[in-house]
């Protein structure tokens, strides 16, 4: 289990008369904090990877000689961070980073006529590609912290970012 501390900055203005010099201590019995106040704190309860594909073709050299064969990308195809639950992607995303993957991205593409792969092949040969996107689930809750330095009620989360491409063949 990960845990992320983010720290907002909250003004809290107090005013107070003191009458004469008396000056009255806190009474001993006072909670301490539990938090920073305006702090958030983000808890990863899981994460796993797994692949998306963007498309599928076969490789084939229809000629006399080895020959290159390549696969450019025919439309573009893209692939979106995202969050399900109360806590948007933007609050999360950056602790996404730092306690699960430093390769999250908001989003990943394959442009259209980008190439995909280029692969030798003896005549007569076929080869079978699959390309996408590389992704990381993960779920986990949020807290924030209250002006009275204690954590309020766990939102949990849950979502998806792409962390790279992928070719195989």
């Known amino acids: 289990m990960k845990t992320t501390m983010t720290r907002t900055a909250v003004l809290i203005s107090t005013a107070g008369l003191i009458a004469g010099s008396a000056v009255f201590a806190a009474p001993a019995s006072a909670a301490a904090t539990e938090c ?7 808890i990863f309860t899981g994460s796993a990877a797994s692949r998306e594909a963007a498309g599928t073709a076969t490789l084939t050299n229809s000629s006399t000689v080895t020959v290159p ?3 450019t990308s025919e439309r573009s195809v893209t692939s979106q961070a995202s ?11 950056p602790a996404v980073r730092t306690d699960v993957s ?3 991205f908001e989003t990943a593409s394959w442009r259209a006529g980008q190439s995909i792969i280029q692969v030798t092949l003896p005549p007569g040969q076929s080869h079978h590609v699959t390309y996408g996107f590389n992704l990381m689930s993960f779920s986990g809750s949020q ?6 330095g204690r954590f309020g009620p766990e939102t ?4 998806t970012v792409p962390t790279g491409t ?3 063949y």
């Open 36 to 42: 920073e106040p305006g702090s958030t704190a983000t």
């Open 69 to 71: 064969v390549g696969l």
């Open 83 to 93: 969050a399900k639950g109360p806590v948007p992607l933007s609050a999360i995303l």
């Open 102 to 104: 430093a390769l999250a």
């Open 143 to 148: 807290q924030e912290c209250g002006l009275d």
């Open 156 to 159: 949990d989360f849950s979502g």
């Open 166 to 168: 992928y070719v195989d």
